[in-house]
């Protein structure tokens, strides 16, 4: 018998996430608060829910993709959210990327009524959600990991288990900061030779051959023109906004505080991506800050 999974936040990830869980045959329930999202996903054969209770109440599985803390504390412990209404027994995959604290109580609320949980927050970016490419980083109990896992191979690549509930968002929040860092000295880099009259292609081919390749030069390079089918070729929408990057480096910045742990790039980044949001970009692709970094030369030029 086919599983009956339900699945909550259906953007720029959950979106393409779902759709690949519909072509590979699941019985599939959707709910999200964009009507847009949500008839992408029943012209592909899902059945739109009118709410959660709606979505969940007949699933094994719950999976959710949610912007943050306070969206996923509601949708998980509200009155009309999951674990007042899921069936009983289900496995709850949370894929957002939240504290890792907040992770822990949600799933301990949940393992309290019954249900089993693990954080599975991903990388990979949108390429890699509408690929099925993605890679899950994982907390929780193996076996439960291993009971989520035919779901998660139809949506991801590469599958990690990180530890104990909570270890998922950890592990991905240290992803993230260094794919911040990573993403503004490429910008750097890429402007610092365009500025000097080189080809951004060639330099980033060369790039890409030594010492300084990495993923966001490879496969997510920020300079318009170089790289198809990336947000910097199509004006920096889609992807991965700055503001999310902004949230992922605060709750970096949370986890270093309470950890006593230094961080003297990733509070610099945050601080940029914090300038960069408040000048307007918020909503445009993290790899946008190439062009925070072009204002900057300008500025300094003026």
Known sequence: ???????????????????????????????????????????????????????????????TMLPGNEHVKKVYLDASGVLAHAKAGALLI?????????????????????????????????????AGTLTFIVG????????????????????????????????KICNNMLLAVLMIGTSEALNLGVSGGLDPKVLSEIMSKSSGRNWTLEVYNPMPGVMENVPASRGYTGGFGTDLMLKDLGLAMEIAASAAAATPLGAHARELYKAHSEAGSGKLDFSSILQFVEKQKLAKSA
Do not use: W
Not at 143 to 165: Q, T, V
């Open 140 to 171: 929780g109990a193996a076996a439960d990991l291993e009971s989520a896992r035919p779901a998660l191979e139809k949506m991801g690549k590469n599958i990690f288990h990180a530890g104990a509930s909570g270890a998922g968002q950890l592990a």
């Open 94 to 130: 949370d894929s957002s990327t939240i504290n890792a604290d907040i992770a822990r109580d949600v799933a301990k609320s949940a393992t309290q009524k019954g249900f089993r949980m693990i954080d599975a927050p991903v990388s990979g970016g949108t390429a890699g959600a509408a």
């Open 1 to 63: 018998m086919t599983q009956h999974i339900a699945f909550i936040g259906l953007g720029n990830m959950g979106g393409p996430m779902a759709l690949n869980l519909c072509k590979a045959g699941y019985n599939l329930s959707v709910f999200d608060v964009m009507p847009d999202a949500v008839k992408k996903l029943t012209d592909a054969g899902a059945t739109a829910a009118a709410d959660i209770p709606t979505a969940v109440k007949n699933a094994d599985i719950v999976i």
